[in-house]
């Protein structure tokens, strides 16, 4: 059975503070990790994508994938009431492009 | 780059009609369009593969009678939901993949929220 985990929270994070979302996955050849942020009512949008073990940064969010360990993480630093919102980890594990979902975290960010 | 528009962005009908919803990729090519539906408050579900010029993969307990796609061109897919039932409301948004990309990134529509009275 192929799935993500991830804990639904919510998680609470104040104003400025660093939020981190966690996530991990089944499949131990899975090349492709996305992270997506979801408002209430909206479509799923993307933040970022990893595929190589280590960081990677763009603007306030960086992305950490561990293979070995078989999870990825999301780190926004300096959180601001409008990253409050749920986020979804998703995982291609296979050749067909589906992506595997999580449940999703629900971030608040207290002013 | 890589934006994806739904038509219609809500929808209300009566029991027992059909709705059609188009998901199209405006900027890129997508042989492989994927359709989505979420309940309030859950996850993503997956309903649908759909690869352009041929059949659409369907998920489990996923009706293909009921929910009909058709993928004919590499810029649009549709999404018939048939004989439509309450239970059938949801929010229905669709993907699309850059065929002409390295990489596997899922481009999402707005979206499609479907009341069925």
């Known amino acids: 059975q192929k799935e993500v985990e991830q804990n639904s929270g919510p998680l609470s994070v104040p104003e400025g503070a660093i939020a981190s979302l966690n996530c991990t996955y089944s499949d131990r050849g899975s090349q492709s990790f996305f992270w997506y942020r979801q408002y209430s009512g909206k479509s799923p949008e993307l933040i970022m994508s990893?595929?190589s073990n280590g960081d990677k940064e763009d603007g306030r969010f960086t992305a950490q994938l561990n293979k070995a360990s078989q999870y990825v993480s999301l780190l926004i630093r300096d959180s601001q009431p409008s990253d409050s919102a749920t986020y979804l980890c998703?995982?291609?594990?296979?050749?067909?492009?589906?992506?595997?979902w999580g449940a999703g975290t629900k971030l608040i960010i207290k002013p | 780059g890589a934006v994806v528009s739904q038509h219609p962005s809500w929808v209300i009908c009566k029991s027992g009609t059909s709705v059609k919803i188009e998901c199209r990729s405006l900027?890129?090519?997508?042989?492989?369009m994927f359709w989505y539906r979420q309940f309030p408050k859950q996850s993503l579900m997956l309903m649908a593969t759909s690869n352009e010029g041929s059949k659409a993969t369907y998920e489990q307990g996923v009706e293909k009678d009921k929910f009909l796609i058709n993928h004919a061109s590499l810029t649009l897919s549709t999404l018939t939901v048939t004989s439509a039932h309450p239970e059938d409301s949801s929010f229905y948004i669709c993907?699309?993949?850059?065929?002409?990309?390295?990489?596997?990134?899922?481009?999402f529509g707005p979206g499609t929220r479907l009341t069925v009275l």
């Open positions: 990893i595929y």
């Open positions: 900027d890129f090519q997508a042989t492989t």
């Open positions: 998703a995982v291609n594990m296979d050749s067909n492009y589906q992506l595997i």
């Open positions: 993907s699309a993949r850059d065929s002409q990309a390295s990489t596997d990134t899922q481009y």
